[in-house]
């Protein structure tokens, strides 16, 4: 689970091949919680060992199409999927709280699973990766940059009170917090990905 912004220097890579899982989806795929992986950089050799992840890179790399590539590294997740899946209550929350972004509250969950409002959220952060809190914030964000995606110019005003959000200020200090930029530079350089923008760095910079 990522909460913050990242920068890809396209000078230093021809090519990329990644995979983006849904809340709680790296369970069957890696060993540790998923709160020792949100936000860090494991090297993915760490988890899957050096051997078998120097194979799938040889493969990637000697991969006629970028469909091959696509392909091998889909082979990949096979093989190392384990047959294990988020807690029921956590996947109950998913549910709830993807229903309805603009007032998903942890309250509304709690009342309805066998576990303790403790004992939730720390099911919930080994599964996911973040706090109940923090995700439906995240999912909150989501849903103001896929509206914003869609329309130009956006009436961000109206979008904060349409999002949940207390007022417009509100909104830009959650944009910033997990995107890095002003509701108006996201989109000034939006492209046809929504949580994609894009930058032109100044020779001088």
Known sequence: MSTRFHLI?????AYAAGVVFRAG??????APPAYELSDAEVALDCLWGRSSVQRVRDQL???SSPDAALDRLEATLEQVWREKAAHPAVQYALRTFRADPAVARVREVTGAIALS???FIERFKADV?????????LL???????HAHQS????WAGLALDCGYFDQAHLIHEFREFSGL???AYEAHRTTFQNHVTFLQSPQG
């Open 9 to 13: 220097d396209t000078d230093e890579q």
């Open 25 to 30: 989806g790296t369970v069957p795929f890696a």
């Open 61 to 63: 790399l000697s991969a």
């Open 117 to 119: 409002p403790k004992r």
């Open 129 to 137: 990766g973040v706090t109940p809190k923090r995700y439906c914030r």
């Open 140 to 146: 909150r964000f989501q849903r103001v940059v896929s």
């Open 152 to 155: 130009a110019p956006t009436d």
């Open 182 to 184: 002003t509701p108006t």
